[in-house]
C-alpha cells in the first residue's frame, strides 16, 4: 500500500487563513443576522480593481495572442527579456543596485518562490526564521523534512532557529549566535505580519553576517513599494556584499493589485555560490527550467504597463489609498488608547490586545460583540501572541467603520 511523505504529516493544523475562514463560517451560520455585517480587516488581499494602463496592456496582448502573426506559445522559462530589463532598469539600477537581467527569474508570484527557493539548499541547511513570520518559510521547510519535531505546546519546531521580533528590539531580529550555525536566514521587511522596517545599516549588519559566517538570506521584499520613508532601503542589492549572500523575492501583488493574475520574480546573483563554488543561479535556473513553464505573456505584458509612467503613476495613487487606510487605523486606534505598531511604512497594523487578552480570544471577542475581524497574532508564531494584525486593503468604509466600531467597546 502506498504512503503520504510523512514530513507532510508532521504540519499542524490549518493554514492559518483557513483557520480563521472557518471560524468566520462558524459565526456566521450561527448568527445569519450578523454575518452580513462583519468588517474584514484579516486576509492580505488587494480590493482595488487593476490600474487602467495595466488593463489596456492586459487587453493587446490578448489581441496579439488572437492573431498567427503575433500569437506566443510557451514563454521562456525564466520570463520575457522585455520585462526582466525593465525590472532591473526600473527596481535595481534606479536605485544604484546591482542586479542584471539573467538574474531575474520570472514567477507566478512570491508565495510560489518563498516556497520553493528552499529545494536548491541541502536537506540539512539550517533555516532561521523571524518570530511572528510568514507562514509559508517554515511550512515549505517542514514539507521537506527540515524542521526537526513540532512542539504543539510551543509551536516551535526544534530544528529552527527563531528570531523574536518583539516591542523591545522594534520588531526586527537580532543575529543568531554564532553557534547556531544556520544556513538559510529567512528576512522580510517591510514586515508581514507586525509592518516593521529595517534601516541600511541593520540590513548591511546582517549582509555581513551572512558574509562572514557562509549563511544566504531570502529577502522577501514583497511590500517594497510601501515604503515612505527615503533613507529605507528598498532592496537588499542597496548594501555592500549581498550579491555574494542573498536571494531577493518581489511580488506585484501588493504594489499593482496582482493577487488574482499573479506575477512575481526572484533574483539569484551570478555570484551566489555554495561552499564547492556550485552556482545558486544556474541552480534555480535549473529547477525553473524542470517544474516552471514560465508566467502567462499576457501577465508579463501587464508586468510591463506597472512600469509605465502611466503605471507607476496609477499604482502609486493605489498605495497611497491603501497607506490613508492604514493612518485612519492607526491612528483612530492610538487615539482610542490602544498600543498600535506599523502602518507607517506597511499596510499592516499591528495592534497589542487590551491587557489579559491573547490573540485568539481577542480575535473572538472582536467578532462577537462588533464583527470585525482580523488575523491572530499568534498565528505567525509565538511572538505574535498577544497582538492582532489589521490591514490596510479594505475600501475605506471598512477601514473607518472597523475603528468605529473598535472605539465603541
Ligand atoms: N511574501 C509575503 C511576506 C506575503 O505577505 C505574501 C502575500 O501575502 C507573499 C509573499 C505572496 O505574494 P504573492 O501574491 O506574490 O504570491
Not at 5 to 31: C, Q, T, V, W
Not at 101 to 120: H, P
Not at 279 to 292: E, I, P, V
Amino acid at each position: 500500500m502506498f504512503k503520504a511523505n510523512d514530513n507532510y504529516l508532521k504540519l499542524p493544523g490549518n493554514y492559518l487563513f483557513s483557520d480563521i475562514a472557518g471560524r468566520i463560517e462558524a459565526y456566521g451560520a450561527a448568527h445569519p443576522d450578523k454575518a452580513a455585517n462583519i468588517v474584514r480587516l484579516g486576509i492580505g488581499d488587494v480590493t482595488q480593481p487593476l490600474a487602467p494602463s495595466i488593463v489596456k496592456a492586459l487587453h493587446e496582448a490578448v489581441d496579439e495572442m488572437g492573431t498567427a502573426a503575433s500569437f506566443r506559445g510557451y514563454a521562456p522559462d525564466l520570463g520575457y527579456d522585455f520585462l526582466r530589463e525593465t525590472i532591473v532598469h526600473n527596481d535595481f539600477e534606479s536605485r544604484g543596485a546591482e542586479v542584471y537581467a539573467d538574474e531575474v527569474f520570472v514567477s507566478d508570484g512570491a508565495k510560489s518562490d518563498c516556497g520553493n527557493i528552499q529545494e536548491i539548499f541541502s536537506a540539512d541547511a539550517r533555516i532561521a526564521v523571524c518570530d511572528p513570520v510568514y507562514p509559508v518559510y517554515v511550512d515549505s521547510n517542514v514539507m521537506a523534512g527540515r524542521t526537526g519535531a513540532y512542539d504543539a505546546k510551543t509551536g516551535l519546531w526544534s530544528s529552527v532557529v527563531y528570531m523574536p521580533c518583539v516591542k523591545e528590539n522594534g520588531f526586527t531580529p537580532e543575529l543568531p549566535g554564532l553557534d547556531e550555525d544556520v544556513a538559510l536566514i529567512y528576512l522580510c521587511f517591510p514586515n508581514n505580519p507586525t509592518g516593521a522596517t529595517i534601516s541600511q545599516a541593520q540590513l548591511q549588519a546582517w549582509v555581513d553576517y551572512a558574509n562572514e559566517h557562509g549563511a544566504v538570506i531570502i529577502y522577501d521584499a514583497a511590500y517594497e513599494a510601501y515604503i515612505s520613508d527615503p533613507a529605507l532601503p528598498h532592496s537588499i542589492y542597496e548594501c555592500d556584499g549581498a550579491r555574494t549572500c542573498a536571494i531577493e523575492i518581489r511580488s506585484f501583488s501588493k504594489n499593482a493589485g496582482f493577487t488574482g493574475t499573479r506575477l512575481g520574480y526572484t533574483v539569484v546573483p551570478r555570484d551566489l555560490k555554495d561552499a564547492n563554488g556550485v552556482s545558486m543561479r544556474d541552480l534555480w535556473a535549473r529547477r525553473h527550467g524542470t517544474k516552471f513553464n514560465g508566467a502567462p505573456y499576457i501577465v508579463q505584458r501587464a508586468g510591463q504597463a506597472v512600469y509605465s509612467e502611466q503605471g507607476k503613476r496609477e499604482t502609486r495613487e493605489q498605495i497611497l489609498f491603501y497607506m490613508e487606510n492604514a493612518r485612519i487605523i492607526r491612528e483612530g486606534l492610538a487615539e482610542a488608547g490602544y498600543t498600535v505598531f506599523g502602518g507607517v511604512n506597511a499596510p499592516y497594523i499591528w495592534l497589542a490586545t487590551p491587557e489579559g487578552m491573547g490573540s485568539w480570544q481577542f480575535f473572538d471577542h472582536l467578532l462577537d460583540t462588533i464583527q470585525v475581524v482580523g488575523t491572530p497574532g499568534a498565528g505567525f508564531g509565538p511572538s505574535g501572541e498577544g497582538y492582532l494584525r489589521l490591514t490596510a486593503f479594505g475600501s475605506r468604509e471598512s477601514a473607518t467603520e472597523a475603528v468605529r466600531r473598535i472605539r465603541t467597546m
